[in-house]
């Protein structure tokens, strides 16, 4: 089975602070994602990753960076935290290539983040 | 652009009745439709797609979903309801915006099931 690990589940920040999420998969898939949940508004993507060191912005991504220095793990990055983005954050990933187009995500069980 | 609804934000049902999670989406071309669910503080686990072929798709869990073309709509179903059930049932549609094995999803608002003994 696809193991896709947070680091944390729960997380508590102070504005401003930088604030580092991590994801690690465990299936060599190419593919990487942050979502951000929030009630009422299902899934939104803020970035996701098609190979190492490349990045696209999804729907999102304002106040977020990221990072994927290696293929297995892929980070998401809040420059200066702002209550606003108190949120469930997810990532998930799966395989690129022929067929990918019909595969499913993979989640991780997700990092509840409250910034204060 | 792609997009799909989820018009009930709950949906209610007693142990052992059918249910059903209404779906509707909205694309340009042939639709990749997907069905996943959320239990409480888990992530997103995959039950079921639609890419082509046969309209009633089953998946895990004894779920399966009828694709409408007519009607754009994937409800998800199941014939008999357990009380495990109860969770988060999201709706989601493939962004054809993007080509190759990006993959990306478009999610629905969700959809809560509780299911009552």
């Known amino acids: 089975d696809v193991k896709v690990t947070q680091s944390s589940r729960y997380l508590v920040k102070r504005t401003g602070e930088k604030v580092f999420l991590e994801c690690v998969q465990d299936m060599d898939h190419e593919n990487m994602f942050w979502y951000r949940q929030d009630p009422g508004l299902g899934l939104r993507l803020i970035y996701f990753s098609y190979d190492v060191k490349m990045k696209e912005k999804g729907d999102i991504p304002e106040g977020y960076s990221v990072s994927r220095e290696k293929k297995e793990r892929f980070s998401l990055i809040l420059e200066s935290a702002s209550t606003n983005q108190t949120s469930m954050y997810l990532c998930?990933?799966?395989?690129f290539g022929q067929g990918a187009y019909n595969s499913p995500l993979h989640f991780g069980n997700g990092t509840r983040l409250t910034v204060t | 652009a792609q997009s799909v609804a989820q018009p009930e934000d709950q949906v209610n049902v007693a142990e052992g009745n059918p249910l059903t999670v209404k779906c509707t989406y909205s694309?340009?071309?042939?639709?990749?439709l997907f069905w996943y669910v959320q239990y409480p503080n888990r992530g997103l686990q995959f039950l079921l797609k639609y890419i082509t072929g046969d309209n009633l798709v089953k998946g895990s869990y004894g779920f399966e979903a009828e694709f409408n073309k007519s009607q754009t709509s994937f409800h998800l179903k199941k014939p008999s309801a357990l009380v495990s059930d109860s969770a988060l049932y999201f709706c989601?549609?493939?962004?054809?915006?993007?080509?190759?094995?990006?993959?990306?999803?478009?999610f629905g608002a969700g959809t809560r099931l509780a299911v009552h003994p």
């Open positions: 989601a549609v493939r962004d054809i915006g993007f080509s190759g094995g990006y993959n990306k999803l478009i």
């Open positions: 694309v340009s071309g042939n639709p990749y």
């Open positions: 998930a990933s799966s395989f």
